[in-house]
Each structure stands twice: as structure tokens, then as C-alpha cells.
């Protein structure tokens, strides 16, 4: 399934670039969220079991937010860098991410091993099929990926 997705992902965003239905432009890749979004739900109500068992859920707060601050300091720099012509500042706020991403980790482990849930399962990253790597080259004009598989891609972006 995973290289089926593979294949279909770019496609069905080329496709929707392309009709560019809410004149987002490349920013209407993002719908087809909506459909699988739906679909996930419809077909989990159905799946999967209904509790958690004799399990306490409880959400892990310091975690959302390390993954959240995490997010902000590599997405903020790639999205916006360019516009601000890559000052050193940017690749500052790009660095700061590298230590919280290993605190983030080394939290979710602790979890992990009291018996709590984690925000990130780690023994998923551990699956060679989740394991996958995206780089954005600094022109913001393509976008290489990797999998595990050896498969390896350069997409131009659409300006």
C-alpha cells in the first residue's frame, strides 16, 4: 500500500494543482485531506476496537508541545526564508529544531517506559516502511524524497 501511494501522491497533487479548484494555487494539494480525512473516520468507527481496554489514555501535553515547537522551528524557516532571503537568523531557527527534536525523543521514551502514552509510538520509527526522508533544496523550486526502499525522486515545484 505504501507504494501505491507513493506513485498515486504526486499524481493526484499534480491533479489538483493543476485544477487549482479554490484558486489556492499550489495550496489546494492540501483537499485531499477532506475525502481521506472522512473515509479514515468512517472506516475506523468500524475497525477499530472501541476502548482503550483497561488502559488509561491520558494526553501527553510537554510532548504536543515540543513536537509542536519542533514543527514551527523547521517549517517556519522552509516556508518563509526565502521571502526574507535566508538570513543567518533563519538557519538559526532551522538549528534550534535539531536539539528539541532529540528532547522530543528522548521524552516520548521516557513515556514509553513508565507505561504512558506517547504522542509518537518510537518503535514505529523502527519499520523500515515509515522510515523515509524529504529534502527541500534552498531555490524552493523542487523537492527531493527518499524511502526505504531505495526509491528516490526530484519533483519541480509549480511556481
Known amino acids: 500500500m505504501i507504494g501505491l501511494s507513493t506513485v498515486v501522491g504526486p499524481v493526484v497533487a499534480g491533479l489538483l494543482i493543476d485544477a487549482d479548484p479554490l484558486g489556492t494555487g499550489w495550496r489546494s494539494l492540501f483537499l485531499i485531506n477532506v475525502p481521506l480525512g472522512a473515509f479514515a473516520l ?7 476496537p472501541a ?7 491520558r494526553l501527553d501535553a510537554v510532548g504536543t508541545a515540543l513536537m509542536a515547537a519542533v514543527s514551527f522551528l523547521i517549517v517556519f524557516p522552509l ?3 526565502r521571502a526574507q532571503g535566508w538570513p543567518a537568523w533563519i538557519f538559526a531557527v532551522l538549528a534550534a529544531a535539531a536539539p528539541l527534536l532529540a528532547l522530543f ?7 514509553v517506559r513508565r507505561g504512558a502514552t506517547p504522542v509518537v509510538e518510537p518503535s514505529v520509527l523502527a519499520k523500515r516502511s515509515y522510515v523515509s ?5 534552498p531555490d524552493g523550486k523542487r523537492i527531493a524524497s527518499a524511502s526505504a526502499d531505495g526509491t528516490a525522486r526530484i519533483w519541480r515545484m509549480p511556481r
Do not use: E, I, T, W
Not at 42 to 48: F, Q, Y
Not at 51 to 57: L, Q, S, T
Open 42 to 48: 468512517v472506516v475506523g468507527s468500524r475497525v477499530l
Open 51 to 57: 476502548g482503550a481496554g483497561n488502559r488509561r489514555v
Open 79 to 81: 516556508v518563509d526564508g
Open 105 to 111: 525523543a528522548v521524552h516520548q521514551r521516557r513515556r
Open 133 to 137: 526522508g524529504v529534502a527541500f533544496f
